[in-house]
């Protein structure tokens, strides 16, 4: 246990250095059982393309679920804005529409 302690010190230094670093994994053991609910649902998807596409749907929705953001009217806004985009709109463009940051940009 010592060593480990070592061997992680900044980590542990972090922890009390920046108020948004937590002692625990707690959200991510969350976020796995939706992962362990949803493999049942895959076997259906039927292609990997479609386990892809299901998996980046998966990943929309818990994150706005972890951001508390309505999942219907954050798919429904970027839908409707990104249609409009042309094919070489710039990436930041894009990013400003990740749930973390898309409630923000809507205030």
């Not at 900044?10 to 959200?27: K, M, R």
Request: aromatic share 14%; glycine share 4%.
């Amino acid at each position: 246990a010592v060593t480990y302690l070592r061997n992680e010190w900044n980590a542990v230094v972090d922890i009390f250095n920046y108020g948004d670093t937590y002692l625990d994994n707690n959200i991510v053991e969350r976020m796995n059982r939706y992962i362990s609910l949803s493999r049942k649902n895959s076997l259906f998807f039927g292609s990997h393309k479609g386990a892809e596409r299901g998996a980046i749907l998966y990943t929309i929705a818990l994150t706005c679920r972890m951001n508390k953001v309505n999942l219907f009217e954050y798919l429904t806004d970027v839908i409707n804005r990104t249609a409009e985009w042309q094919p070489n709109t710039p990436l930041e463009k894009y990013r400003q529409l990740l749930p973390d940051r898309w409630e923000k940009a809507n205030d």
